[in-house]
T-cell receptor, first 111, second 113 residues
Framework: GENVEQHPSTLSVQEGDSAVIKCTYSDSASNYFPWYKQELGKRPQLIIDIRSNVGEKKDQRIAVTLNKTAKHFSLHITETQPEDSAVYFCAASKYDYKLSFGAGTTVTVRA | DVKVTQSSRYLVKRTGEKVFLECVQDMDHENMFWYRQDPGLGLRLIYFSYDVKMKEKGDIPEGYSVSREKKERFSLILESASTNQTSMYLC????????????FGPGTRLTVT
């Protein structure tokens, strides 16, 4: 089955700096790559996703990139703010099938 | 606005007990999922269902079963609870063709003593 690895497990950044989280996947047939954000004590929520026919996608301060050849994708958060502090999960799936999640990255934005 | 609810936020059970966790969604979603979340392990899929009375094993189905008698309700059953099943359990649902966009419930923190 699909194996998704996520790095780093924890990330501490100064407010205003950028944060980058990287994920790799094993199944070359995977074609959906969503990212979820889970704030402390709350449920995970989809924040952005990218499909295999797109190399990059942006939504305000967040962006995702995908390298299908290398089978890795990344989340970039620019101009980080305290409300960006959360656990972020990457995931992969194929053909509208089940999601395989990474282990998560705990992001702390220091004021 | 999608609403996914779970029957309990916190649950304490004894080893060997049969445990039922219930999940209800109000958006007429075909797809429903059960995950457990443990520190450092992310979200691991236990079972999922694409339709009423249909179920498929996820990555860690051992020790669990599920039931989906109605479209809006998906139950997770621990036949004989064990201490290694102490965890946070999250239910999710999604529309057909959009399994990448899952809506999660608030979670049930289960402690087995």
């Amino acid at each position: 089955g699909e194996n998704v690895e996520q790095h780093p497990s924890t990330l501490s950044v100064q407010e205003g700096d950028s944060a980058v989280i990287k994920c790799t996947y094993s199944d070359s047939a995977s074609n959906y790559f969503p990212w979820y954000k889970q704030e402390l004590g709350k449920r995970p929520q989809l924040i952005i996703d990218i499909r295999s026919n797109v190399g990059e996608k942006k939504d305000q301060r967040i962006a995702v990139t995908l390298n299908k050849t290398a089978k890795h994708f990344s989340l970039h958060i620019t101009e980080t703010q305290p409300e960006d502090s959360a656990v972020y999960f990457c995931a992969a799936s194929k053909y509208d099938y089940k999601l395989s999640f990474g282990a998560g990255t705990t992001v702390t934005v220091r004021a | 606005d999608v609403k996914v609810t779970q029957s309990s936020r916190y649950l304490v059970k004894r080893t060997g007990e049969k445990v039922f966790l219930e999940c209800v969604q109000d958006m007429d979603h075909e797809n429903m999922f059960w995950y457990r979340q443990d520190p450092g392990l992310g979200l691991r899929l236990i079972y999922f269902s694409y339709d009423v009375k249909m179920k498929e094993k996820g990555d860690i189905p051992e020790g669990y079963s599920v039931s989906r008698e109605k479209k809006e309700r998906f139950s997770l059953i621990l036949e004989s609870a064990s201490t290694n099943q102490t965890s946070m359990y999250l239910c999710a649902s999604s529309a057909p063709g959009r399994s990448y966009e899952q809506y999660f419930g608030p979670g049930t923190r289960l402690t087995v003593t």
